[in-house]
Nanobody, 120 residues
Framework: VKLVESGGGLVQPGGSVRLSCAAS????????MGWFRQAPGKEREGIIC????????YYLDSVKGRFTMSRDAAKDTVYLQMNDLKPEDTALYYC??????????????WGQGTQVTVSS
């Protein structure tokens, strides 16, 4: 199983970016997928998960109303749309997968991450 994130970069405060996570050797139709992030000097934190039915569960209150997650089973890809970005959103963003129809199980597969830096 391989998860590859992309779409990160430098963005100004208030801007938007969409991250992608492409899965190989894994049919995401049968996996719940999550996004996590880790800022320098801080622990990794969960952001959001999407189950096999396309229902999202937020782990992080501070992103509600700004971040949304979606999935495209035909492309085995999930996305994280991030709007109204703030400097405190700066972090390395990871996607993860678990072979469970619902969010909440321990993730078994992780990507390498893509850096998002929010700065003017």
């Amino acid at each position: 199983v391989k998860l590859v994130e992309s779409g990160g970069g430098l963005v100004q405060p208030g801007g938007s970016v969409r991250l992608s996570c492409a899965a190989s050797m894994l049919d995401i139709e049968y996996y719940s997928m999550g996004w996590f992030r880790q800022a320098p000097g801080k622990e990794r934190e969960g952001i959001i998960c999407i189950n096999t039915r396309g229902i999202s569960t937020y782990y992080l209150d501070s992103v509600k109303g700004r971040f949304t997650m979606s999935r495209d089973a035909a492309k085995d890809t999930v996305y994280l749309q991030m709007n109204d970005l703030k400097p405190e959103d700066t972090a390395l963003y990871y996607c993860a997968a678990v072979g469970d129809p619902d969010c909440g199980a321990e993730y078994t597969d992780w990507g390498q991450g893509t850096q998002v830096t929010v700065s003017s």
